[in-house]
């Protein structure tokens, strides 16, 4: 079970840090996002390495970290453009990927509104 929360509404150049608290421990996980009307769009994931990915749309700007001893995963959003608004889904899964298809849980979502 993947439970995300820290969403909410800010304005463009602003910041806000989504958690995602994991019932339990996940090598493979990361962030999607989805847009009114577009498709889901992976923003970042960890490998199995710990090696990190993130989507051009988002480096520099996003970071994501691991707290494995409290199985929870975080994405702190900064310089937050109007294009990021979406509700950003928190996922585990089988592989590092931008195919929502290897994923196996996901969580009900928190929505970001960049204003």
């Known amino acids: 079970q993947l439970v995300e929360s820290g969403g909410g509404s800010v304005q463009a150049g602003g910041s806000l840090r989504l958690s995602c608290a994991a019932s339990?421990?996940?090598?493979?996980m990361g962030w999607f996002r989805q847009a009114p009307g577009k498709e889901r769009e992976g923003v970042v994931c960890?490998?199995?390495?710990?090696?990190?990915t993130y989507a051009d749309s988002v480096k520099g700007r996003f970071t994501i970290s691991l707290d494995c001893a409290n199985k929870t995963l975080y994405l702190q959003m900064n310089s937050l453009k109007l294009d990021d608004t979406a509700m950003y889904y928190c996922?585990?899964?089988?592989?590092?990927?931008?195919?929502?298809?290897?994923?196996?849980?996901w969580g009900q979502g928190t929505q970001v509104t960049v204003s």
């Open positions: 996922a585990a899964g089988t592989r590092c990927t931008w195919e929502p298809r290897w994923y196996n849980y």
């Open positions: 339990e421990y996940t090598i493979y």
């Open positions: 960890i490998d199995s390495d710990r090696s990190i």
